[in-house]
């Protein structure tokens, strides 16, 4: 059970580049999440999923546009990248652990710097 | 969103109880107070979370006020391996999570 997987890692863009980011979960989570973390912050919601097929925004979405084709995958891409997209990115799924506690897992997390 | 309101950072001693604090004046009847937790360089992890009444389990305790107005997550040994940032959070069931900036917890050895 490998939980929340991030694709990269790391990333180094220059202005105007696209990317995509890839979290995959196996926890069979209906929910999954796209958050940002910039320096001596605390995380912000990009877009969220509450199921297959399904996308909404949360707080900050300008510049990101996500897909969630299959349950257990969440992508985000960047169509032009601008410096003020370095950050670190995080994915997440939420839903029921074996104590039947509501509860959201994380990745490991994408470092993305644009140039 | 109902909102929270943590210290910025706090100390500890290793091996001593760590009591961080967590203020939540405008909470409504049906808001769980979370605690998530993140190591440096890592996502965050879940702590513990309740609703009324105090809660244990192997991380941390949770001590929640007679009319929740605050709460407290409580570390009963600090290690070095808990010194990270603690995010208190209230949510409603299928409500997204708000992240503030939480509590910086150093733990002096």
């Known amino acids: 059970n490998a939980g929340v997987t991030q694709t990269p890692k790391f990333r180094v863009l220059k202005t105007g580049q696209s990317m995509t980011l890839l979290c995959a979960q196996d926890?069979?989570?209906?929910?999954m999440y796209w958050y940002r973390q910039d320096p001596g912050m605390g995380l912000r919601l990009i877009h969220y999923?509450?199921?297959?097929?399904?996308?909404a925004k949360g707080e900050v979405p300008d510049g990101y546009n996500v897909s969630r084709l299959k349950k257990q995958n969440f992508l985000l891409g960047l169509e032009s990248a601008a410096p003020s997209q370095t950050s670190v990115y995080f994915c997440?799924?939420?839903?029921?652990?074996?104590?039947?506690?509501?509860?959201?897992?994380f990745g490991p997390g994408t470092r993305l710097l644009v140039l | 969103d109902a909102k929270t309101t943590q210290p910025n950072s706090m100390e500890s001693n290793e091996e001593e109880p760590v009591h961080l604090p967590c203020n939540h004046s405008t909470i409504s009847g049906t808001d769980y107070i979370h605690w998530y937790r993140q190591l440096p360089s890592q996502g965050p992890e879940y702590v513990i979370h309740g609703l009324t009444s105090n809660v244990n389990n192997r991380m941390a305790s949770l001590a929640i006020a007679e009319d929740r107005k605050s709460s407290t997550l409580i570390l009963h040994r600090a290690t070095l391996r808990d010194a990270a940032v603690y995010y208190c959070?209230?949510?409603?069931?299928?409500?997204?999570?708000?992240f503030g900036p939480g509590t910086r917890l150093s733990v002096l050895p």
């Open positions: 959070i209230l949510n409603n069931y299928g409500q997204n999570f708000v």
């Open positions: 999923s509450v199921g297959e097929g399904t996308t």
């Open positions: 997440a799924s939420r839903g029921l652990d074996s104590g039947a506690r509501e509860t959201q897992y």
């Open positions: 926890m069979n989570h209906e929910y």
